[in-house]
């Protein structure tokens, strides 16, 4: 790796000096040591090189300072940002004892603890609330902390005391609907969740919680529509919290660009996602998964020449990687390019048989063909994974009708319609006069 710039190599005479730049840090460290706890040293070997750079820097920051709550409050960022939880609580609770009245410290503490000590996570949440009763993302994540131990109706209290310093909290929205859902008041869960959903248009959350509502409500086609606009958005719900948000952006790790790229996707703000992703090639060159994101990025943007593009790149470095072959064939398609669509999606069968996006497509590129045998074989391929496909009925149905199978026909028909996705009025009335509805 080319030496950064403004750096230099080492040459003569650079081994005293570097020498002597350790020797300082180890003296102030030792000092620092005498008037408080001894600062965090994980073993960050195992790390990218940019990371453990950033690690060791915010260290020699607070060695230099020991008795600052913002040295450490930064070092407890830079711990968290990339994966160790223990040492950021750490360094928060010295922050948080240099400055007891900075309700910055307890929280992202909290944050820290959330999913190692869910317990100590709440206590920290709670005195967050205490020093600042209007920072909503406290009473969020305790309301979340809440619902994961099953105290509904405290959950619920937080959630709403969310909504009153926060009113158009998408999350907030999103966890009421849910609890509201789970007690089974469905028409109040229901406001609830088309709410968040209208506050978080690309929340994935919100729409596979929506689709749980609508079957229960018996709307097959409402349910199976937010299924799949689910599978097709971010699994992230936005949040706006500046203190969290200042923890992500101290990530310099592959992952944490990855992490800011989905945020950033989730907001709605794809430049900002397109940067992050090619700052992320910069940083690991051909890495499959980043290629295939990315090409999912262009794709929810109808940007399909330069989706294709990131997922045959995707290809080239794993090709065994099936979600980017059916990815790719399905931008080929929409590009107008069938042959490679095809050639593509049968590829993929090949490694995954009952691939249900890839036997979908695959369905109505040979019915486009007139190929009606082998749309009707990868139309039944997807029923067998999921019978409550409606759009996929209706399809199966036209095929059946054009090879003469009209009773199947009808009965896919029907299904389709129970589902939510009824054939055309056109296509009803020439199946009747085909072969009258099966009473």
């Known amino acids: 790796m080319p030496p950064a710039a403004g750096s230099r190599k080492p040459g003569a005479g650079s081994a005293p000096r570097m020498l002597a730049a350790v020797l300082s840090v180890a003296a102030v460290s030792g000092a620092a040591a005498q008037s408080g706890p001894p600062i965090p040293d994980p073993d960050t070997a195992a790390m990218e090189p940019q990371v453990r750079e950033k690690i060791a820097r915010e260290r020699r920051l607070v060695a230099e300072d020991p008795g600052s709550a913002a040295r450490w409050g930064s070092l407890g960022r830079a711990f968290q940002a990339h994966g160790l939880e223990p040492e950021a609580d750490a360094a928060y609770a010295r922050a948080e004892e240099l400055d007891p009245a900075d309700f910055r410290w307890p929280y992202l503490r909290a944050t820290a603890?959330?999913?190692i000590r869910p317990e100590d996570a709440l206590t920290a949440a709670d005195r967050t609330s205490r020093l600042n009763p209007g920072y909503a993302p406290a009473h969020l994540l305790a309301a979340e902390l809440l619902?994961?131990?099953?105290?509904?109706e405290a959950a619920?209290?937080?959630?709403?005391q969310v909504l009153e310093t926060a009113p158009?909290?998408?999350?907030?929205?999103?966890?009421?609907?849910?609890?509201?859902l789970r007690r089974g008041e469905l028409e109040a869960a229901r406001e609830r969740l088309e709410r968040a959903a209208a506050l978080a248009p690309r929340a994935g959350p919100v729409r596979a919680e929506l689709a749980r509502l609508y079957a229960r409500q018996g709307d097959a086609g409402a349910a199976r529509a937010a299924a799949e606009a689910s599978r097709q958005l971010p699994d992230l719900v936005p949040v706006d919290d500046p203190l969290l948000t200042e923890v992500w952006d101290e990530a310099v790790s592959a992952r944490g660009y990855q992490q800011?790229?989905?945020?950033?996707?989730?907001?709605?703000?794809?430049?900002?996602?397109e940067a992050l992703y090619d700052h992320l090639l910069g940083l690991q060159p051909g890495d499959s998964?980043?290629?295939?994101?990315?090409?999912?990025?262009?794709?929810?943007?109808?940007?399909?020449?330069?989706?294709a593009e990131r997922y045959e790149e995707a290809l080239a470095a794993r090709p065994e990687h099936v979600a980017a072959r059916v990815n790719l064939g399905s931008a080929l398609l929409m590009l107008g390019r069938r042959d490679a669509a095809m050639e593509h999606l049968l590829r993929a069968l090949e490694a995954d048989p009952?691939?249900?996006?890839a036997n979908r497509t695959l369905g109505g590129l040979f019915a486009y063909r007139g190929d009606n045998e082998a749309a009707i074989r990868h139309y039944r391929a997807v029923l067998a994974g999921d019978p409550q496909d409606g759009p996929v009925h209706r399809d199966l149905a036209i095929v059946l009708a054009a090879e003469g199978e009209f009773a199947a026909a009808w009965e896919h028909a029907e299904a389709a319609e129970r589902l939510g996705s009824p054939p055309t009025a056109d296509f009803l009335l020439r199946l009747q006069a085909a072969l009258p509805r099966p009473r």
Do not use: C, H, K
């Open 113 to 115: 603890l959330r999913n």
């Open 147 to 152: 619902e994961s131990v099953g105290n509904v």
């Open 156 to 160: 619920m209290d937080r959630y709403r």
């Open 168 to 180: 158009d909290a998408a999350p907030a929205e999103l966890g009421i609907g849910r609890l509201l």
């Open 260 to 273: 800011r790229a989905l945020r950033a996707e989730a907001a709605g703000d794809f430049d900002a996602a």
């Open 289 to 307: 998964d980043i290629l295939y994101n990315f090409g999912n990025l262009y794709v929810r943007t109808r940007r399909f020449e330069e989706a």
């Open 354 to 357: 009952a691939d249900p996006d």
